[in-house]
């Protein structure tokens, strides 16, 4: 594989470094440490790579065998409008990443994983900065409605946790475990993202993702290892790591991160203009099959570590035993291994979204009942959550029947900025769509 | 991504494969050791993504072959492609996967540049050392040195 790194213009490069100073303190330590923890390993380049060599020519959609484009107005309108929604959206969830890892990043317990979440950021730095490559290096000005390239930099690089593209992006880390965690679940959806780009129809976008993938792979083993160490203490009875803490966190994680795919039903358009090789469903069907693997092998880590004398294959059947009949095996009960939340569960977006369903699929009629459900299975400090009590208003108002689905999809009120645009500013507030403070917010 | 194929494949290393790895080796060496795959697996996929490869068999992983590219180690500066760690089930062995999980990795190692693919192997480990000069490696002009630590010291005279 042959790589072609570039710098951004002095002075979009100059603004990540200023962003990185204020979102991203412990950068200088990881350069610093960086031989301890990565010895031998190449330098952090915190620039663009674009892969040479890869096909030019479109796999999929209605221009399926044309050659890939490779300036925005060999796009149609339509096609271009689409793909600046979607390098906006991705990054986004970069930039967006890195300020919720730094939230709790100093309280792991071991200078490994931290040093290995910091990787983590940094190249998901790089992964943002990869994205404003593509936003700054070519024409889209007649699909921007009028926002310069500097505009939607400076749109990116002020947003901060809360008024961020996706759901998954606006939620507050409550502990190390959800760094952990993120990484194992919602990063995962980012590798399926990429995966799905590669083959992408506008040609600098489809570079720019097998470098990006091949960072993704540690940023996925940077979760589930840890994870899975976590399992193995908590066999072990270490008091400070449970197996309820961790399935807490997958339950606040797993639901955000299917709806990162989009809405179930949809996803033709990616196809159709050959952006993605997969739809919403398609993909998400995927993702889910992958995460129930990675739940089995964790589960049975902890097993092998409650039963050091257990050979594999006696593993595997008291696993099998727990999952069919959830009773309990030498004082292990089904309730003390993880499990992957029924995807309807803890919905607010996409085709089950407000629909009462618990981790296990089992259904609810009442919200205040199902609201004291999602309390006893989420971690205390999302419990007591902006987030969760804009939920839980949405949630009784469709219960009620005052409010359609679709209206509580869009109520769910977002933290924007109204005051100044660099990200030094705390101008940042909890607004409704379409107040006063949000139209001065977008003004 | 998960496979759907019945048949055989070879296919790049990832996270979700430590618990087939950490069982093909406690098939062959009889012990459970899942903390140095995990360590092992973590190293190659920050170090080299796409390098190491695993095999499937009916959906399942039934070997795997790890390495990396490097260069500027031992004074040798030209990349090289370095095989560290290979197993296959022992009830999947006669069916090439090595060899094609060898392959893969050369492909890769080519593509980085590589114009060589080192190991290191006991020379008393017949199987192994009949396995890596089957699929073509043979001694280099590089000697293995080594001083054991912990004997006793000669005694000058």
Known sequence: ?443 | MPGTETGTRIRPLDELDIDAIVRIDERISGIYRPEIWEQRVGFYLRRDPGASQVAEAGGKVVGFMLGDLRAGEFGLEEPSGWIERFGIDPDQRGKDLGRQMFAAMVAHFQAGGARSVRTLVDRKDEGVAGFLRALGLSPSPLEALEMRLDAKPTESR
Not at chain 1, 256 to 280: C, Y
Not at chain 1, 341 to 368: I, N
Not at chain 1, 381 to 397: C, I, P, Q, T
Not at chain 1, 402 to 431: E, F, H, N, Q, Y
Request: proline share 3%.
């Open chain 1, 1 to 443: 594989m042959k790589v072609e790194a570039i710098s951004l213009e002095k002075k979009y490069h100059g603004a990540v470094e200023h962003w990185q100073r204020h979102n991203f303190k412990d950068y200088e330590t990881l350069l610093d440490q960086w031989e301890k923890y990565f010895p031998t390993d190449e330098r952090f380049c915190l620039c663009a790579k674009l892969e040479l060599g890869t096909s030019d020519t479109i796999a999929i959609g209605e221009h399926q065998g044309e050659k890939k484009r490779l300036e925005p107005e060999q796009l149609s309108e339509e096609e271009a409008a689409h793909l600046l929604a979607i390098i906006k959206a991705q990054a986004s969830t970069e930039f967006g990443s890195i300020q919720q890892h730094a939230g709790t990043l100093e309280r792991a317990d071991d200078d490994q994983d931290r040093f290995w979440v910091l990787r983590v950021m940094a190249e998901e730095l790089r992964h943002g900065y990869q994205m404003l490559h593509l936003l700054l290096s070519k024409d889209w000005s007649h699909v921007s409605r009028g926002v310069t390239g500097e505009q939607m930099v400076e749109e990116i690089l002020s947003m901060q946790t809360g008024n961020h593209v996706l759901d998954a992006f606006n939620l507050d880390y409550d502990s190390f475990i959800d760094n952990i965690t993120f990484a194992a679940i919602v990063d995962r959806v980012g590798k399926y993202q990429l995966t799905m780009q590669r083959i992408c129809a506008y040609r600098p976008m489809a570079d720019s993702m097998p470098p990006m993938l091949r960072e993704e792979a540690f940023h996925l083993a940077a979760g589930v290892i840890p994870m899975r160490r976590w399992a193995q203490r908590a066999a072990q009875g270490d008091p400070f790591i449970t197996m309820t803490a961790i399935q807490h966190a997958i339950n606040k994680w797993v639901p955000r991160a299917l709806e990162m795919f989009g809405d179930e039903r949809g996803g033709e358009t990616n196809v159709k203009f050959g952006f993605k090789d997969l739809k919403n469903r398609e993909a998400q069907d995927q993702y889910i099959e992958e995460v129930q693997k990675m739940i089995r092998d964790i589960n049975l880590r902890f097993i092998r570590a409650r039963f050091p004398a257990y050979a594999p294959e006696q593993a595997d059947a008291a696993l099998a035993e727990l999952e069919r009949a959830r009773g309990t095996h030498h004082g292990v009960r089904r309730e003390d291994l993880l499990r992957t939340p029924d995807r309807r569960f803890f919905r607010r977006k996409g085709e089950p979204a407000f629909s009462m369903v618990g981790v296990d699929g089992e259904p609810f009629t009442d919200a205040e009942e199902y609201l004291r459900y999602l309390s006893r299975h989420l971690n205390e400090g999302y419990v007591a959550s902006r987030d969760m009590r804009n939920y839980a208003e949405a949630l009784r108002g469709v219960a009620a029947g005052t409010l359609a689905v679709k209206d509580a999809i869009m109520k769910m009120p977002k933290l924007k900025r109204v005051g100044g645009t660099c990200p030094c500013s705390k101008g940042v507030r909890w607004v409704m769509d379409g107040s006063a403070a949000d139209q001065a917010a977008s003004a």
